[in-house]
């Protein structure tokens, strides 16, 4: 009797560990991780060391290998979400504008001059609106993890100095491949044609396209974009967060140990990936130095010369109000109204 008990003892003692410690877990020997960008800039390095945190985390039981440039889906960047969500890949570090085409709710980023500031974009993420487009992901099957950023999109171009709508006109800015950004350029008079990020960088070189859109710190430098564009217009039309994520089917592979050290690492990596995307904006402008340093023309625009191009995409903003939901980007403008009431 004595020795039953004792072996019982042992079994659940081992059971326990075994659980414990994910041993018995059936873990891939690699878990693959969706990047668009390069090694390079915030978000590429963000990537990197959210793979380093969780390995470091998990005693490297769970081994993610960053796969860059958008080598996961052969450059198709809308295909990306679906691709995770069949866990054909298994972790990302990718932007909402990506995911937008399938998860619409996502559009409420790219709404025109809507985002006033990162403290705004915070309290939303942060709040009720965060959690719901984390939940409307997760019911498509991809975990979210934690918020990170790309930051907030500017204009490069070739041509001229962009300070005013009537100055865009005629000119060829490649967006990415979700509608509202042709629909936005559209409206502000110009000629965008949507490309994927490896060809665009191609066509930026060739000059068969005059301008694009994308952050100063996370893109614009680490790209030095100043080799193709000489013209940079400071305007913070769309606000662009990046999302650490996992599939849902793998997330369930993990022990519960396990999912806690992997969503400490995200939100650990998530800190450091939006200081860094913010550094240059937000601080005393030493992005705007390295710009001029490399021969760039650096265009702030006032709030008056942006309000003419809020004016042009006012149709927009309501037209795709409508698709993201009109709860969602109530709360959005409460929170925005909040924060200009502070300033
Ligand atoms: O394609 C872009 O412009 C990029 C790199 O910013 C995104 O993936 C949204």
Redesign the pocket.
């Known amino acids: 009797m004595a020795l039953r008990n004792m072996a019982a003892c042992v079994t659940f003692i081992l059971l326990f560990c075994i659980v414990g410690t994910g041993f018995g877990a059936q873990y891939k020997p690699e878990y693959k991780m969706s990047v668009?960008?390069g090694p390079i800039g915030a978000?590429g390095e963000g990537a990197s060391r959210f793979a380093e945190a969780v390995n470091k985390a998990t005693n490297g039981r769970i081994n993610i290998k960053p796969y860059y440039s958008?080598q996961l889906f052969a450059g198709k960047?809308t295909n990306e979400f679906l691709l995770i969500k069949q866990g054909v890949i298994d972790f990302s570090l990718?932007?909402?504008?990506?995911w937008s085409t399938t998860i619409k709710e996502l559009n409420l980023f790219s709404l025109p001059f809507l985002f006033p500031d990162y403290q705004t974009l915070d309290a939303v993420e942060y709040g009720e609106v965060g959690k719901r487009l984390f939940r409307a992901i997760d019911e498509n099957g991809v975990t979210g993890l934690a918020w990170g950023e790309?930051g907030y999109?500017d204009l490069t171009n070739n041509k001229r100095p962009v300070n005013k709508p009537e100055d865009l006109q005629g000119l060829k800015v490649?967006?990415?491949?979700?509608p509202i950004f042709i629909d936005i350029f559209k409206a502000m008079g110009a000629n965008p044609v949507s490309?994927?990020?490896g060809e665009?960088l191609s066509a930026f070189q060739q000059g068969t396209v005059d301008g694009?859109?994308?952050?100063v710190d996370?893109?614009i430098i680490p790209y030095k974009l100043w080799q193709v564009h000489k013209y940079l217009t400071v305007w913070n039309y769309a606000i662009?967060p990046l999302i650490f994520s996992v599939s849902r089917s793998v997330w369930q592979t993990f022990t519960r140990k396990d999912r806690e050290a992997i969503l400490k690492a995200a939100g650990m990596t998530a800190q450091w990936q939006k200081k860094t995307a913010r550094a240059g904006l937000s601080g005393a402008m030493p992005a705007f130095e390295t710009l001029k340093k490399n021969g760039m023309e650096v265009t702030v625009l006032t709030p008056e010369q942006i309000r003419a191009f809020a004016i042009r995409t006012r149709p927009v903003y309501i037209k795709w109000a409508k698709e993201i939901g009109a709860d969602l980007v109530d709360l959005t403008e409460k929170e925005v109204e909040k924060s200009l009431k502070q300033k």
Do not use: L
């Open positions: 668009v960008v978000w958008g960047q990718s932007s909402t504008i990506n790309n999109r490649r967006v990415v491949g979700s490309m994927n990020w665009a694009q859109e994308n952050p996370s893109i662009d």
